[in-house]
């Protein structure tokens, strides 16, 4: 049997780099029986470096990887993230108040009392469905950090992310994972691939180290798919009947002064043709336009953008992304795995880009195959789940666009169309319409969004789900109002312990967090 | 409290004098009391010695424990017995070292003027008719910059505990007459951790001299006896 000893990762963006972080330690890299992971870094081509939000299995993967929280809090300018909120993904109130929401990732805790029906009963009275729920939305808004000094590493009061310069955080994982997890480092630019008789890859060609052969090829050459689409041919799935987004511009903004507060929570700001992205890291703040070309022109997204940012950016130029939105018929074709951009790519909105990869290095990881042989059925499995995996992060994004009442663009109303929603998704809503979202909806382990992620949108937005004439089933309403006084009361004692986000985040650059 | 503390003068202080009875009257309300690595033996033989973290920085710090709950001295009760070890910050006071705030390490003393310790009767004199320091007050400023070096010695044991992973967090629960008192957010050193350490790391601790305190603190546990007696005490 042909041992698998070689693995070459080619494209050294965070991907590329989670991959061999998580390779390198599952397959023991160092060690001289392991498995040599080696990392092909292209000297020339930038990385795409936009990816800053994250979701909370980072900080397990971080830990896992043995990756210090203050080192990483120091080096890539790292903000936490408690939530993401919401803005105008509704019409205004009648008053025209602003719609929001957050995206809480503290879950409800459903395993004593589900709170749902009888916040849905109003005995919550005019309390949003997440403050009904949790306490962390009023942190949020009150702008405290999840955590204390006295917290350990990757610890705190609340369930956090965090929000990272993708570019210092690539630099941090090309360290660790070269001085500290056995990865083998190569900078030289990818001239051609060679194919064997069967398809599978054999080599790739470089001028400067000449040909590299490997066991098992990975894909991390973002949007350009080297491997996975030029050589092996493997047909790119377009989802842009879904998702309607494809273009951004980006642009980092300088903070007015050391001092302004930083929000503990992404914000996602919908405008006519997509949504903005604004996130606060410790040294600038990370903004940009999502939005579909179909629907509005460069020229009129750049307006809507320096709109937003109300004067913080007029001397700074912005960055055109341009986006393909979908996912690889196959993620794994021979010994050839996409992960990253190459595998496939949905617009930011729910954080999925570090998450999926992240996910998906992992599995691959645990899964890994420890010779040739197992490998056909290895990568069958694996493109089962991460297809199911991205279709699932497909539903989700949709949810926003679906339950949305906007009506100002063709944009907002054509992503109501039923046409261009995944029948999985309208399936789901159909029952939710009367009865509540269930862990039974939610079977497949590996959905990356569950039912607390969808309790949040759905109840967030206004969605109706009519409980009229089951009232027999929700006899604890006196126990619910007990809880949503609890969360009430819980934030006022938090509220004296917690310190502003951004003293939080000095404090941890200056002493550092405990690892205990 | 701390308002009361100003710069010692010549002129301003020339005739107080300094009771030098030791009590933790002024600290009633202290359940941790800071200690120095150096003090360690020999406080273990009368309290806990443990670790906390600073809720400012989240760095350890090395306290006695003087009560079971927050706010609670047990030394400082009416009644209380004497402690057969008085900690070193209690036999400098009410001398302080004031840091210059543009210049850390610049330190002056100074005097916490509301201490009834301060008086004009009895104890010793900080200076003398013609306004020199006394001999006494030459004494209190070396033990007052000594105080301080170790103190800078013990956060750096701290630190080099946690980096060697030798801190663990300890949970202690302690009845008395019935009633059931639980204390969190302490650390002690991990025994089992200390024993495996690579031998390079443990002759470093060695060399550093920080053996007979980690010892120290793991024996100083066994005074959790003496202060639940005190509480018992306290509480009939």
């Known amino acids: 049997m042909k041992m698998i000893k070689q693995v070459l990762i080619v494209g050294g963006g965070t991907a590329g780099w989670l991959a061999a972080c998580h390779l390198a330690k599952k397959l023991q890299s160092g060690s001289a029986s392991g498995v040599q992971i080696t990392l092909l870094e292209s000297a020339t081509i930038p990385t795409i470096g936009v990816g800053e939000g994250t979701v909370p299995a980072i900080r397990q993967s971080l830990q896992y990887l043995g990756i210090s929280e203050t080192d990483f809090i120091r080096e890539c300018d790292v903000t936490l993230k408690q939530s993401i909120q919401f803005v105008d993904w509704m019409k205004p109130a009648a008053d025209g108040t602003v ?47 999840p955590k204390t000094m006295l917290h350990a590493e990757f610890n705190g009061h609340c369930n956090y992310a965090y929000h990272l310069d993708a570019v210092k955080f690539a630099r941090l994982l090309t360290r660790h994972a070269t001085e500290k997890l056995g990865v083998k480092h190569l900078l030289g630019t990818v001239q051609q691939v060679e194919c064997a008789q069967n398809g599978a890859i054999a080599a790739v060609l470089t001028p400067e180290h000449g040909r590299i052969s490997a066991d098992i090829f990975i894909d991390c050459t973002g949007f350009s798919a080297l491997l996975i689409g030029e050589a092996c041919k493997v047909p790119f799935i377009a989802k842009n009947d879904v998702m309607f987004v494809d273009s951004a511009l980006a642009v980092q903004v300088p903070y007015a002064s050391s001092e302004q507060a930083i929000p503990c ?145 063709a944009f907002w109303r054509d992503n109501r169309d039923p046409a261009s929603v995944p029948a999985s998704l309208l399936a789901n809503l159909e029952q939710w319409r009367y009865q509540l979202p269930s862990p039974y909806d939610f079977h497949s382990k590996l959905e990356v969004f569950n039912l607390e992620n969808y309790l949040y949108v759905l109840y967030g937005m206004g969605f109706h789900t009519d409980l009229a004439g089951q009232e027999y089933r929700f006899g604890a309403g006196a126990q619910a109002q007990q809880m949503f006084g609890y969360y009430q009361h819980k934030f006022q004692q938090l509220q004296s312990e917690l310190l502003p986000h951004r003293e939080l985040i000095r404090r941890v650059q200056q002493y550092g967090l405990q690892k205990i | 409290m701390t308002f009361s503390v100003v710069p010692l003068h010549q002129d301003i202080h020339r005739h107080i004098r300094l009771n030098t009875r030791l009590s933790f009257d002024e600290f009633s309300d ?112 070396q033990n007052l910059l000594k105080a301080y070096e170790q ?49 390079e790391q443990f002759n470093d601790l060695r060399q550093r001299g920080f053996l007979p305190a980690i010892y120290a603190q793991l024996n100083s546990l066994h005074q959790f006896n003496r202060l639940a007696a005190r509480k018992a005490q306290a509480m009939a």
């Open chain 1, 99 to 145: 719609h929001r929401y957050h995206h809480l990732f503290d879950y409800p805790d459903l395993s004593s009392l589900d709170l749902t029906p009888y916040w849905l009963q109003g005995l919550a009275g005019d309390c949003s469905y997440a403050d009904a729920v949790s306490w962390q939305g009023r942190l949020c808004d009150a702008g405290l950090a």
């Open chain 1, 265 to 409: 929570y992404t914000i996602a700001t919908a405008r006519e043709a997509g949504w903005i992205w604004d996130i606060g890291l410790s040294a600038r703040r990370g903004t940009g336009y999502v939005y579909a070309s179909r629907y509005t022109s460069d020229e009129r997204a750049e307006q809507v953008l320096r709109q937003y940012l109300q004067g913080a950016a007029d001397q700074l130029p912005l960055r055109k992304i341009d986006m393909k939105v979908g996912y690889r018929e196959k993620f794994w074709h021979h010994n050839c795995i996409a992960l990253g951009l190459s595998q496939g790519f949905v617009e930011p909105l729910e954080a999925t880009g570090l998450l999926i990869y992240d996910a998906t290095a992992r599995m691959l990881a645990d899964l890994f195959p420890p010779h040739q042989a197992a490998m056909p059925m290895l990568a069958e499995r694996f493109n089962q789940r991460v297809r199911l995996a991205w279709d699932k992060v497909i539903d989700f994004i949709k949810l926003h666009y679906y339950l949305s009442d906007r009506d100002d663009s």
């Open chain 2, 30 to 141: 202290r359940q941790l009391f800071a200690m120095s690595v150096h003090e360690f033996p020999r406080a273990s033989s009368e309290y806990p010695l443990l670790f906390v973290k600073d809720s400012e920085t989240g760095q350890f710090k090395a306290v006695a424990l003087l009560g079971l709950t927050p706010g609670e001295n047990l030394y400082a009760v009416p009644g209380a017995a004497k402690p057969n070890y008085w900690p070193q910050a209690l036999s400098n006071y009410p001398l302080v070292l004031i840091a210059d705030p543009n210049n850390q390490s610049q330190f002056s003393i100074g005097l916490q003027t509301t201490s009834p310790l301060v008086n004009d009767t009895e104890g010793e004199l900080l200076f003398d008719e013609q306004g020199q320091e006394t001999a006494f007050l030459t004494q209190k400023k």
């Open chain 2, 151 to 199: 103190q800078q010695i013990t956060d750096a044991f701290a630190v080099l505990l946690a980096e060697l992973n030798l801190l663990q967090a300890q949970k202690f629960s302690v009845d008395i007459k019935g009633q059931s008192f639980e204390l969190n957010g302490l650390y002690i050193i991990n025994e089992q951790q200390l024993l495996q350490l690579p031998a």
